[in-house]
T-cell receptor
Framework: EADIYQTPRYLVIGTGKKITLECSQT?????MYWYQQDPGMELHLIHY???????EKGDLSSESTVSRIRTEHFPLTLESARPSHTSQYLC????????????FGSGTQLSVL | GEDVEQSLFLSVREGDSSVINCTYT??????LYWYKQEPGAGLQLLTY?????DMKQDQRLTVLLNKKDKHLSLRIADTQTGDSAIYFC??????????FGSGTKLNVKP
């Protein structure tokens, strides 16, 4: 069973608010990822990290930012949320020494009113 | 990026077998995966296969890999209503990103 946790599970906020989506893993994985997914649709990679102090933008442009100060923690921040940010955000991690498996958190469903 | 393609929908009756298909373009793919996603949840790793294998069986799940045609399939035997979900195919190689298909929505009718 994957040990990767996301909070909050659901979030409803007003336009213009600053929010941080939390993601933590206890598997010691060096690689972490954020995907954005609309309901029933494909996944879009928006950010990834190969280790502490390493962050990269993904394939889909996003107004969010990420940080990786600790191996186990990879939070995603939106400085000013807009309705177009309404989506599900999925965090994942993998071990670069094998790159065999990608484990996902349960996701954060964000609704911006 | 690499292309991974799947059909969008599959509908079967309870008790029948389901076969979900996937094609990919990267001939250097090392690992190929099947993930299951239930509504409002994250992706759950179901099974995976190394590129040097042709087949892998795990209880009701059978994965077939045709490396020549770059074709991966997932067969679910005795499909149950609890198998209704979206199934994603994915591939990667050491040091590379994971590439996902757009998902196949499996509907199991009682």
């Amino acid at each position: 069973e994957a040990d990767i946790y996301q909070t909050p599970r659901y979030l409803v906020i007003g336009t213009g608010k600053k929010i941080t989506l939390e993601c933590s893993q206890t598997m010691g994985h060096d690689k972490m990822y954020w995907y954005q997914q609309d309901p029933g649709m494909e996944l879009h990679l928006i950010h990834y990290s190969y280790g502490v102090n390493s962050t990269e933008k993904g394939d889909l442009s996003s107004e969010s930012t990420v940080s990786r100060i600790r191996t186990e923690h990879f939070p995603l921040t939106l400085e000013s949320a807009r309705p177009s940010h309404t989506s599900q955000y999925l965090c994942a991690s993998s071990d670069s020494t094998t790159n065999e498996k990608l484990f996902f958190g349960s996701g954060t469903q964000l609704s911006v009113l | 990026g690499e292309d991974v393609e799947q059909s969008l929908f599959l509908s079967v009756r309870e008790g029948d077998s389901s076969v979900i298909n996937c094609t990919y373009t990267d001939s250097s793919s090392t690992y190929l995966y099947w993930y299951k996603q239930e509504p409002g949840a994250g992706l759950q790793l179901l099974t995976y296969i190394f590129s040097n294998m042709d087949m892998k069986q795990d209880q009701r799940l059978t994965v077939l890999l045709n490396k020549k045609d770059k074709h991966l399939s997932l067969r679910i035997a005795d499909t149950q209503t609890g198998d209704s979900a979206i199934y994603f195919c994915a591939e990667t190689s050491p040091g590379d990103k994971f590439y996902f298909g757009s998902g196949t929505k499996l509907n199991v009718k009682p």
